[in-house]
């Protein structure tokens, strides 16, 4: 294969890749010191995520003309129904149960990015959607290990809880290789993709938004003046 779509995907994460204090969650989750609350609130937003972004996916893979763009969204989709059934464990946890998570009211910070995605599936070529959501998935990939880590070391959270956070956490090299070849197919077809890097620097700023929206709502838990 030509190196084309890694090119493009390799110098997109590399100018993307968050910088080490611009989420200001995961690591008060890393140190233990994020009130359950927040991680309860966690859970409940991530609710609202992953039931849009399954539809988003699906809208994605139905607005494909590639074959393999539609199974490779269609996957998407089912993966975020297996993680769905994984959050309730989470949200437990933290003490919600399903009325709960259907009561608690979504912050706009939070909900940006699955309206985004939303924007995307609707208005996105698919294949530079393709290649900013793999550029993405990398660094929510680094944040759910460390999470994963934390809510066993620090919460006493076990493997049911945590199964969420472990789902996103383990690299999936056969979905990167997919997405490639759905990137590459595009750009042979005279689909240049020149628009992946603009998706994929939105949807890192809307997922950083994602995590400090909940940042914030820590600090005022914690006593401190939310930035």
Wanted: hydrophobic share 45%; with cysteine; proline share 4%.
């Amino acid at each position: 294969m030509s190196r084309t779509a890694r090119d493009l995907l390799d110098t997109t994460r590399r100018e993307l890749a968050p910088g080490e204090h611009e989420n200001r969650l995961v690591p008060l989750v890393a140190q233990g010191k994020a009130p359950v609350a927040v991680l309860g609130a966690l859970a409940a937003e991530q609710h609202h995520v992953i039931t849009s972004d399954w539809r988003s996916f699906l809208t994605l893979a139905a607005r494909a003309d590639q074959q393999d763009a539609r199974e490779f969204f269609s996957g998407l989709g089912q993966g975020e129904g297996l993680a769905l059934g994984k959050l309730a464990a989470f949200a437990s946890a933290c003490g919600l149960d399903a009325d709960a998570v259907r009561a608690y009211e979504p912050m706009a910070g939070c909900q940006a990015y699955p309206a985004y995605q939303a924007w995307l599936a609707l208005n996105g070529d698919p294949v530079d959607v393709v290649l900013a959501l793999v550029a993405n998935f990398s660094a929510w990939g680094n944040y759910c290990a460390t999470i994963t880590r934390a809510l066993r070391e620090h919460y006493g959270f076990d493997d049911e809880a945590c199964g969420f956070f472990d789902f996103f956490a383990t690299p999936s090299p056969e979905m990167e290789e997919q997405a490639l070849a759905v990137a590459q197919n595009g750009i042979d077809a005279g689909r240049p993709a020149d628009r992946a890097r603009r998706y994929g620097r939105l949807l890192q700023s809307y997922e950083l938004m994602f995590w400090n929206t909940l940042a914030d709502r820590a600090e005022v838990f914690l006593g401190q003046s939310p930035r």
